[in-house]
Nanobody, 123 residues
């Protein structure tokens, strides 16, 4: 089970840090990802991180502004979001992939999903 938190209403240029806490003992075996979904749009990949946290991946739209990280001892994955823009407004979801070693940007490749946390960026 995944529980996302940390969303909120901020102004353009501000920062937020999202957290996603996982229950169970197998968190370190999952590739983790963050996705987002804006109203009227499809869910899209934001960032991914492999099991040991050494390699990370980002959508071009957030590269250089967002940072994904994980703490396997705390069963938690984070998304640090800096220089937020109005177009970053969306519900953000964390997701876990139990089958792959490398990351995937495809929604269908992730087995488990958190409930989502709303991020709203005002201009």
């Amino acid at each position: 089970q995944l529980q996302a938190s940390g969303g909120g209403l901020v102004q353009a240029g501000d920062s937020l840090r999202l957290s996603c806490a996982a229950s169970g003992r197998t968190f370190s075996t999952y590739v983790m990802g963050w996705f987002r979904q804006a109203p009227g749009k499809e869910r899209e990949f934001v960032a991914g991180i492999i099991r040991n946290g050494v390699i990370t991946y980002y959508a071009d739209s957030v590269k250089g502004r967002f940072t994904i990280s994980r703490d396997n001892a705390k069963n938690t994955v984070y998304l640090q979001m800096n220089s937020l823009r109005p177009e970053d407004t969306a519900v953000y979801y964390c997701a876990a992939d139990s089958r792959r070693l490398g990351y995937s940007s495809e929604v269908v490749d992730y087995d488990y999903w958190g409930q989502g946390t709303q991020v709203t960026v005002s201009s």
